[in-house]
Structures are given as C-alpha cells and as structure tokens.
C-alpha cells in the first residue's frame, strides 16, 4: 500500500533516514527546527534537513513549536499515514502524536533503554560501551520510552570517535527505517516489543563545560571523553601554561609507564614531550596527546606543536 509520509529532523544524522523517506515519492512534508544563527556573522543558517529537503522539492514546515493548536491543525491537513522522526529536538506532544494514522516512528541511536536522551553517541563512548546500536521506535509520550520495533547493533572500539560512530549510526539507522517501511507497505509492520524496565540511563545534552579534562581522573578515562567529545565540542587542557584542544589520544596504562622508563609525577605534569605524543601525568596512568589545537590555529600533530615549543621536547 502507498503511505503519505511526513519527515521531522533537523541535523546532519537524520540526512539519511531522509533520503529513504523521500525515494517512494509518497514524502508529503518536512518539519525541521526553525532558521538559527550561526557562525561569526551569526546570519540565520538553514539545518542540513531543511537545504536536502528544499533541493528534493519537497515542502518545508519550521514550527516553533508542535503545542499550539494552529500547529496540530496545519499537519493533520497534510493527511499523514506516518510520522518519522529523526533529531527533530521539538518535543511531540499526545495530540500529535495520534494524528498519523500508524502513529509516529522515531530512529534513536542508541539500545534503548540505555541511553535515551539527547546524546546517546557520546555518551556510549564515554562510558566505555563495548556495543551500541540504533532502534526504530514507536513514539510515546515519555522520552524515548516507546516499544522497540527494529533494532541494528554494532561494537564501538577503541579508535571510534563521536563523529566515526554518527556516521555509522545513522547509515544504520536508514538501513532500519527502509525495512520498516517495506514491511508496513507489505501489510505486516514489525511488532512492537516494550523496553525492559531495567537498565535504563539517560544520555543528558553535551556542556562544552564538559569537555575541560580534569587530569586527576584515570588516562583511560580522559581518552574516551577525546574520542566521544570529537568533533564537538573537542576536549581542552591546559598544559605548560597554555590551553589546547585535544582532537585525538591514547591512554597509557602505569604498567606502560614504567616499561618506558618515565616517571609518575603528579597529575597534569608533562612527563615526556616526542614526535609521537605530548604524555602527560593522569590520575592513573597518563595520556599520550597525538593531535592538538592552539588558541585561534588549526588541529596538528604534536611534532609540529614542538616546532613551535622547542622547549617542551624532551627527545
């Protein structure tokens, strides 16, 4: 059967749940966050959904919010089957939540109940998840607390960063929302299987606060908070007197230290400043810093830093 589709998302991880919405041709509208500033000049810019979906051809609707009754009126006359719902960042309230007649489907990028909220891929790195995933859902109420219709897991490893695993996620994610709408084309939508009750957590809306390391907690630690912290809002330190954003590093282990013969002073002490890596004192361990940005320059490597300070070398 043919469905009238409607599509909510706003940033660049919902682009490909978009694409497959908008290729049955049956893609009657797209709702994405209003115009906001950005950039040095702060001029309006339009969200990645809104320039796709104006050079797809299809309508684009910017509510400022989905609460008001004019707002509700103006989607039910688009007729809805169904809604989708990737990124969106409004919240859907009960009474639009029943307009469509299958009711709305949300991709969330993460295994729920873990990690609902505002930043589960992030939030998977930074707590040290072995695996993750991206779940079709059908929408509730409650935050991210509706039945789980499909689901695609992958492992998160050591090298992944929050920009390596949103690309992954929301290929998966696509990969997701075109079975299920093949499925529920075909007459026989996936089943809806309510979230347990145990393990759930909530991945809060990243603080730029946040990305200050503190060298008191563990190398292990601070590494994953590089990784899942990249590329935004980037992990910062100070160190030797100035403050640098740290794009990428890797933990060492105080077995490793001892191995190569370095020290443990206290933590945020350089230990050892090399070609291959600024390595400074943590907690617990210490953190080899590979890649680094200076105050108004540009991400580079840490043999091309020691150019610049010539005196943190130490070999």
């Not at 007649?101 to 930043?119: D, I």
């Not at 630690?221 to 992990?235: I, M, T």
């Not at 013969?261 to 400043?273: K, M, Q």
Request: glycine share 10%; hydrophobic share 40%; proline share 9%.
């Amino acid at each position: 059967m043919a469905l009238r589709l409607v599509f909510a998302g706003t940033p660049e991880f919902a682009l490909p749940g978009l694409e497959i919405a908008a290729a049955g041709g049956e893609l009657v509208a797209v709702y994405t966050q209003p115009d906001r500033p950005a950039g040095r000049g702060r001029g309006l810019a339009e969200s990645p959904v809104k320039q796709r979906a104006k050079a797809l051809g299809i309508e684009v609707v910017q509510p400022l919010t989905l609460r008001d009754a004019q707002a509700q009126e103006a989607l039910r006359s688009l007729q809805p089957d169904l809604l989708i719902v990737v990124a969106y960042g409004l919240i859907l309230p009960q009474a639009v939540l029943d307009i469509p007649t299958h009711g709305c489907w949300n991709l969330h990028a993460s295994q729920l109940p873990r990690w609902r909220g505002a930043a589960p891929i992030q939030r998977a790195i930074e707590a040290g998840d072995s695996m993750t995933g991206v779940d079709l859902m059908r929408m509730e109420k409650g935050l991210d607390t509706g039945p789980v219709l499909l689901r695609r897991t992958t492992p998160i490893s050591d090298q992944d960063t929050g920009g390596s695993l949103h690309d992954r996620l929301a290929k998966l994610g696509a990969e997701l929302l075109a079975e299920g709408l093949t499925r529920l084309r075909a007459g026989d939508p996936p089943p809806a299987t309510p979230q347990p009750a145990e393990g759930v957590s909530y991945a809060h809306k990243l603080d730029k606060a946040e990305a200050r390391l503190d060298w008191t907690q563990p190398a292990l630690v601070l590494a994953r908070k590089v990784r899942a912290f990249h590329p935004w809002p980037v992990a910062e330190c100070e160190l030797a007197g100035e403050r640098l954003r740290v794009h990428a590093a890797q933990p060492l282990s105080e077995a490793e230290l001892q191995e190569r013969g370095l020290g443990r002073p206290a933590p945020g002490t350089l230990i050892a400043g090399r070609h291959e890596g600024l390595i400074v004192a943590c907690g617990e361990g210490a953190l080899r810093l590979l890649r680094v940005q200076r105050e108004g320059g540009r991400p580079q490597p840490v043999a091309e830093f020691l150019n610049a300070r010539p005196a943190l070398r130490t070999a």
